[in-house]
């Protein structure tokens, strides 16, 4: 089993940033992909960023495009989530996931978090306007 943990959360103004970042324990495996989802009050759960631990490769949602940024440190068991140009509209509690798949192909899986099986408590992002 594998344990999540997030933090960097917290308060900050529109226009400035923050870096989430995610602790993995227990049975990881360094080539399993990563993502990056967040909760608004009131709305469903999406998807904001994905990496493939092993490629480094990225993909991110259109509304976070250019703005914010994941990368990972195998040997720290650790992704992050560089957040800049922060909105209003980011506040939400951020949850980082783990997936049994290697690689972020064409058919965009890493959208749909029925896709990931193990899941961190979540950290809060409140930005103000």
């Known amino acids: 089993q594998v344990q999540l943990v997030e933090s960097g959360g917290g308060l900050v103004q529109a226009g400035g940033s923050l870096r989430l970042s995610c602790a993995a324990s227990g049975r990881t495996f360094s080539s399993s992909a990563m993502g990056w989802f967040r909760q608004a009050p009131g709305k469903e759960r999406e998807f904001v960023a994905a990496?493939?631990?092993?490629?480094?490769?990225?993909a991110y949602a259109d509304s976070v495009k250019g703005r914010f940024t994941i990368s990972r440190d195998n040997a720290k068991n650790t992704v992050y989530l560089q957040m800049d140009s922060l909105k209003p509209e980011d506040t939400a509690i951020y949850y980082c996931a783990t997936a049994p798949r290697t690689y972020l192909s064409s058919s965009r899986w890493y959208y749909r978090s029925d896709e990931y099986d193990s899941w961190g408590q979540g950290t809060q992002v409140t930005v103000s306007s």
């Open positions: 990496i493939s631990r092993r490629t480094g490769n990225t």
